[in-house]
């Protein structure tokens, strides 16, 4: 009995739903969160009496067909690029972008990362660093008792140096695009690697070609709206349930006609 | 003397295919863009030995067959989704889609951008555009789609003029019943069945349209179908039951 098999590929397509909305939510506060969507399409069919097909030698045509489905599908569960929410934090090395740009990261093997979490801090030689100590591209160092750190929006980082009055200019943190960012492969940690998905990396300034703008002591949010999320998660639950109602009545259905004949 | 247990099989291998569909749309209750499929079915009259002759005439045997699926075109419920990506169309028109095997029409809006910049299905088939597919460009942001289709986008720093990047094709058929399902969300067109241009439907940017599966019908039609199922299995047990009893009777030699 086919219903059996289809039931259970819409199990499966249902207990992925809700691992994506479950990540979704347990994310709900991280820095730079993208949420994800698991997106489905229908499986192949079962031509039995295909449309359009002969009827008679008169010339006449089945208007209609026997089309069979086969079930449900995981096409892909594409991140959701969307501007979280600025949250302002006081702290001079928070930044967030406003806009399409990410910023680039220098990973322990010398390879780029790309992220949206912009909390920053310096490590023991003054070096901008992500949370888990992996430079900001380009490495901008801060000098020892300087003060006044500045980020503008155009990412130029500016201090004040000790006995001068007049900030000066360390360095200028650029932003990079990707034509496709929902193909950037996620390593956890708030980062993503480029893939053949999404296109080469554009590096770029902050307020040109839309990159947006930086905005310093703030973060951003995870783009995660909890509403929409747990009324995803209550639909994909009884959808969950109405595939294993299915499955139990192709079940009774075939015990009836194992039960027929004693 | 068989019939009545054929007749049954007729009827016990028609529910358990409409069984089939109810469990395929169910299993897609959560599909965007998804247009539930359902059964019909026909009487078959037997064309055996009958004798009409006599005054009451011999009855013909009716079996019953699944004649078609059709599907449901009804507009399925919108989800407001706030991506620029995602595109409900409400009306009858459906999206055309480019795949290797020649065009196909959907109505999942779920759109993304490849690594060339153009627009695709989830299944990374190009989206096509009144004039082949669209393509964005590497500066381009703040994508909006207007209610017929056209795309525009704001480029590089300019922040006020918008750019055009095409208008998604829509287009209708006269008889939609007569549409393929392919599987992937995708429609295929049977020969014959040609494509119109829709002007009257409308694009709603950020929203997206859900399975037309109506869970609480298909729920109802299932327990139909598992109820019917166990009638016959109960007329066919009386019926072998019966049997049963006149062999043994009947077949009773007194010693």
């Known amino acids: 009995m086919r219903a059996l098999y289809t039931a259970a590929t819409g199990m499966a397509a249902q207990e992925l739903n809700v691992q994506v909305i479950s990540n979704n939510i347990a994310n709900m506060r991280t820095t730079g969160y993208k949420k994800q969507r698991a997106a489905f399409q229908d499986l192949i069919y079962d031509h039995v009496r295909r449309i359009g097909a002969q009827a008679s030698d008169q010339g006449t045509i089945l208007p209609v067909g026997i089309d069979i489905g086969g079930g449900v599908k995981t096409v892909g569960t594409p991140r959701l690029m969307g501007q979280g929410t600025l949250s302002p934090t006081g702290n001079d090395l928070d930044i967030a972008v406003r806009g399409e740009g990410m910023f680039k990261i220098q990973m322990p093997d010398g390879t780029f990362a790309y992220t949206r979490d912009g909390s920053f801090t310096t490590d023991q030689q003054g070096r901008i660093v992500n949370a888990q100590g992996n430079l900001l591209q380009p490495t901008i160092t801060i000098p020892q008792n300087s003060s006044g750190i500045t980020i503008n929006t155009q990412g130029q980082v500016s201090v004040t140096l000790p006995g001068s009055t007049t900030p000066s200019i360390l360095g200028q943190i650029s932003l990079t695009r990707f034509m496709n960012k929902a193909g950037l492969q996620p390593i956890g940690d708030n980062l993503f690697t480029e893939t053949p998905a999404s296109g080469p990396p554009q590096d770029g300034i902050a307020t040109l070609d839309g990159y947006g703008d930086i905005q310093q002591r703030n973060l951003e949010q995870a783009n995660v709206e909890v509403v929409s999320e747990i009324s995803d998660l209550i639909a994909a639950q009884r959808a969950y349930e109405m595939n294993a109602k299915i499955i139990s009545a192709a079940d009774q259905m075939l015990q009836s006609t194992a039960n027929m004949f004693r | ?255």
């Open chain 2, 1 to 255: 003397m068989e019939n009545n247990l054929l007749i049954g099989l007729s009827r016990q291998v028609s529910l358990e295919r409409q069984l089939d569909v109810v469990a395929n749309n169910v299993a897609n209750i959560n599909t965007n863009g998804f247009k539930a499929d359902q059964s019909l079915f026909e009487e078959y009259l037997m064309s055996g030995a009958h004798q009409d002759n006599f005054i009451g005439r011999d009855r013909r045997v009716s079996f019953v067959q699944d004649r078609a699926t059709f599907h449901d075109l009804s507009q399925g419920p919108t989800q407001e989704t706030h991506n620029p990506l995602d595109v409900a169309i409400d009306g009858n028109a459906f999206l055309v889609v480019q795949t290797p095997g020649g065009e196909r029409y959907t109505r999942d809006g779920s759109l993304q951008v490849n690594s060339a910049g153009q627009l695709v299905t989830a299944g990374g088939y190009p989206v096509m555009g009144a004039n082949g597919p669209i393509t964005l460009q590497q500066t381009d942001h703040d994508v909006t789609i207007s209610a017929d289709g056209t795309i525009t986008v704001l480029e590089g720093a300019d922040t006020r003029i918008d750019s055009v990047r095409g208008k998604l094709r829509l287009v209708s058929f006269a008889d939609p019943q007569k549409l393929v399902k392919d599987g992937s969300n995708l429609f295929s067109a049977a020969a014959g069945v040609a494509p119109q241009a829709d002007t009257a439907a409308r694009v709603k940017q950020g929203f997206i349209e859900k399975s037309n599966v109506n869970a609480v019908a298909e729920m109802s039609r299932m327990i139909e179908v598992n109820r019917a199922y166990t009638q016959v299995t109960a007329m066919l047990q009386q019926q072998s039951d019966l049997r049963k009893s006149a062999i043994e009777k009947l077949a009773d030699v007194p010693a």
